[in-house]
């Protein structure tokens, strides 16, 4: 069955939001075997939200209509899907003592044009909300001689995330006929797209029975396997079958095999290898150890570091000799490679990572153009230094500076010891 | 004039990629008079790219057809929008030779499949992709008696958008009855979305010819205000009037007049004051350097500081003394306060900022629970620390907890000197 994901809201329409909640409803619907054919993304206008749901109808088999369950005047998705289904609205009593309940306890006047909130379509079910005033809903019906089933769920992602898998996913399950699909997520640093399509083609091209999607982006390539089966074993089987063959091919370029990030994979063996990390960075100042720190429990395997932009700390903090820095400028391979051995040392880590480099867009030179950076990595018996030349704006230079810095330690640790 | 995008390409139906080119194209439509009524998302199949175009055509005026315009199998755009408007397709000559050229001048051989990109609509003018094998194409027609202006623009986004610009700006400007429009964003922070609307909506509602959205996240409210009148001077006149009484009401919590950054006014005001900052981070680990470092310019007032994530980091970067954190343990104001004075003093700038809290989900205690953050701000003769409780998860604490930093920076530097 295939889906339509109608996203409602003026707001959704303007150059600063975006709906994201179909992203994840696309991941739920997809995992019980249904796939979404359309989104449409409507304003908060009656003639549009209905015309939109008539399309919708034509030509998908299950609608989600989200958002424009609020209180206000411009809250219009039950009138305009109740029009377009051509059923009638009711006022729910019990909905109503619901919402002067949730109103009471809060000590807040219910205002009347909360009632509306109560209004459902002849024939649809109601899906409680805990979360928010307004329910969901949902019908089961036929349109033009098919059957389509039609949800009403809340916009706000805190609302519309726990309703839709706690009220809707049970009722779809119990419509859909059971399909049993197993998924994998490979990702793959310091290699192109295109490289890593040339050499995996071959591969999953044998495997037509098994969806495969390569995504880049984030400095990152992501494959993404699914395969649907009448069995969880069978359908497990043939993606990790195809999965063995990918990372083979993959090699040292293949940094997860279950979908965890980068940094995950760097926390665990550094807990694994009972080592520690501290880091000094210039030019990303500070987004390495942000990236680190983002994972919760990263104090285990992190102290810390210094953030040197300076030249001034680069020697406080690191104790790089001051003459190094005027014989081969802030930016270079000694400088780096000293401020992995200072952080190192004053910290008592087991690796120092020193990190400078000409994030942009001002102060290239010719002989030190903007991208150039210098990674370090050292602990008590080796120092190795890379020297690149990342392309692109201050954010990404900087992203992909933290990127090639987490997998040299990456590759460091799975030989360490 | 109404516009639909319509956004071509399977990946944008999966749970890992979204349309963003649309919000690109919203703006600079916006700018020229053009409101967007309508987002479709659809994937590479003929038949509902054919039919989601149809629709398209009977409910907007200005239809933008972005994708599927490569050399694949896939790319389908040119056909199923010839298709819904009744045209047909001719190939072009000079296309022909202009992509042989190309090809040609990067010694690639051109396979067979790359022509179709030679093929252009009768009555169609080409669009020239300086950025890409595919040219876009422009249409003004008339379909079912209605005037329509159809474009194909190719869909990545470093093709997308100059070809917008370059080709289809113009040709819109040309038919599109000129209008002024002027445009404000003002920010504010540390005040609530339903606070700001309470406060705000007695204001904006008196000015109906100013459109006037309200926009939270990310720590902050953002305040969009546009006006259309004959000339510019008119829009200008009642957008800043607007916003000087909306400025005024918003008072402290105000941080931008024209949508800067909270990281651009702080180092503006850095600037302005001579002043300089150094940081020491536990629990936000990096990220209050990184949102600094993030503008360009920043080393002019950004000397660095210390990521102490460990006790022992805290007392050798930044002098705290050990039975300081004994006695009130590493999450509290005494530590964030000697962290701030300890990182100022090591570094020799002239504020420092100490931040340290339980980010979460672990760590927390019924004493000091998860989201309690304590941020010191100090200079040579002032500290201030401030006690915090913020909701959310991890990355969410983290990214409260910086805001507030910055905001308590901002606040005393307008007041410095």
Redesign the interface.
Same mark, same amino acid.
């Given at each position: 069955m295939n889906c339509e994901i109608i996203a409602v809201g003026s707001?959704? /329409?303007?150059?600063?939001?975006?709906d @994201?909640n179909s /992203?994840?409803l #696309?991941?739920e619907l997809?995992a019980v075997g249904v %796939? $979404? !054919?359309?989104? @449409?993304? $409507?304003?908060d206008r009656r003639t549009?939200l209905a +015309? *939109?749901v008539r399309?919708a109808l034509t !030509?998908a088999d299950i609608l989600i209509v989200m958002g424009g369950l609020g209180p206000t005047e411009d809250d219009l998705s039950r009138e305009s899907v109740a029009e377009a289904l051509g059923v009638t609205l009711r006022r729910d009593g019990s909905l109503v003592a619901a919402l002067s309940a949730r109103f009471a306890a809060r000590r807040m006047t219910m205002t009347d044009n909360n009632l509306k909130q109560a209004d459902v379509m002849e024939g649809a079910e109601v899906l409680v909300n805990p979360n928010g005033t307004a329910p969901g809903q949902w019908i089961d019906t036929e349109w033009d001689g098919f059957r389509k089933l039609v949800m009403l769920i809340p916009g706000p992602p805190g609302e519309c995330r726990p309703l839709f898998e706690e009220q809707c996913l049970p009722r779809l399950r119990a419509v859909i006929p059971e399909r049993h699909i197993a998924r994998r997520t490979l990702k793959a640093t310091m290699i192109g797209e295109s490289a890593a399509d040339a050499l995996l083609a071959p591969i999953y091209g044998a495997y037509p029975d098994v969806e495969t @999607?390569i995504?880049a982006g984030n400095c990152e390539i992501?494959l993404?396997l699914a395969c649907a089966k009448t069995t969880l074993e069978a359908a497990k089987a043939r993606v990790d079958d195809l999965a063995g063959k990918l990372e083979e091919a993959l090699d040292e370029y293949l940094f997860a095999s279950q979908g965890e990030t980068l940094e995950q994979i760097v926390l665990f063996y550094l807990e694994l290898k009972q080592a520690t990390l501290s880091?000094a960075?210039s030019? #990303?100042? +500070?987004? /390495?150890?942000? !990236?680190?720190? %983002?994972i919760? +429990? %990263? %104090?285990r395997s992190?102290?810390?570091?210094?953030?040197?932009?300076?030249d *001034?700390?680069k020697i406080?903090?690191c104790g790089v000799e001051p003459e190094l820095i005027a014989e081969h400028g802030a930016v270079s391979a000694p400088v780096a490679e000293a401020m992995s051995h200072g952080i190192r040392r !004053?910290?008592?880590a087991t690796f120092g990572i020193g990190i400078t480099g000409v *994030?942009?867009? +001002?102060g290239g030179t010719e002989e030190k153009p903007v991208g150039l950076v210098y990674i370090a990595l050292s602990d008590a018996q080796n120092t190795e230094c890379s020297e690149n030349n990342f392309r692109g704006d201050?954010?990404k230079v900087?992203q992909w500076a933290t990127q090639k810095a987490l997998d040299m330690l990456r590759r460091r640790l799975i030989q360490y010891r």
């Amino acid at each position: 069955m295939n889906c339509e994901i109608i996203a409602v809201g003026s707001e959704l /329409l303007t150059p600063w939001r975006q709906d @994201t909640n179909s /992203l994840f409803l #696309t991941e739920e619907l997809n995992a019980v075997g249904v %796939s $979404v !054919r359309f989104k @449409t993304i $409507v304003g908060d206008r009656r003639t549009d939200l209905a +015309g *939109a749901v008539r399309t919708a109808l034509t !030509r998908a088999d299950i609608l989600i209509v989200m958002g424009g369950l609020g209180p206000t005047e411009d809250d219009l998705s039950r009138e305009s899907v109740a029009e377009a289904l051509g059923v009638t609205l009711r006022r729910d009593g019990s909905l109503v003592a619901a919402l002067s309940a949730r109103f009471a306890a809060r000590r807040m006047t219910m205002t009347d044009n909360n009632l509306k909130q109560a209004d459902v379509m002849e024939g649809a079910e109601v899906l409680v909300n805990p979360n928010g005033t307004a329910p969901g809903q949902w019908i089961d019906t036929e349109w033009d001689g098919f059957r389509k089933l039609v949800m009403l769920i809340p916009g706000p992602p805190g609302e519309c995330r726990p309703l839709f898998e706690e009220q809707c996913l049970p009722r779809l399950r119990a419509v859909i006929p059971e399909r049993h699909i197993a998924r994998r997520t490979l990702k793959a640093t310091m290699i192109g797209e295109s490289a890593a399509d040339a050499l995996l083609a071959p591969i999953y091209g044998a495997y037509p029975d098994v969806e495969t @999607t390569i995504l880049a982006g984030n400095c990152e390539i992501q494959l993404h396997l699914a395969c649907a089966k009448t069995t969880l074993e069978a359908a497990k089987a043939r993606v990790d079958d195809l999965a063995g063959k990918l990372e083979e091919a993959l090699d040292e370029y293949l940094f997860a095999s279950q979908g965890e990030t980068l940094e995950q994979i760097v926390l665990f063996y550094l807990e694994l290898k009972q080592a520690t990390l501290s880091v000094a960075e210039s030019c #990303t100042g +500070g987004m /390495l150890g942000e !990236r680190i720190t %983002s994972i919760a +429990g %990263s %104090s285990r395997s992190f102290v810390g570091g210094a953030l040197v932009y300076s030249d *001034a700390l680069k020697i406080a903090f690191c104790g790089v000799e001051p003459e190094l820095i005027a014989e081969h400028g802030a930016v270079s391979a000694p400088v780096a490679e000293a401020m992995s051995h200072g952080i190192r040392r !004053r910290t008592g880590a087991t690796f120092g990572i020193g990190i400078t480099g000409v *994030a942009g867009p +001002g102060g290239g030179t010719e002989e030190k153009p903007v991208g150039l950076v210098y990674i370090a990595l050292s602990d008590a018996q080796n120092t190795e230094c890379s020297e690149n030349n990342f392309r692109g704006d201050r954010q990404k230079v900087r992203q992909w500076a933290t990127q090639k810095a987490l997998d040299m330690l990456r590759r460091r640790l799975i030989q360490y010891r």
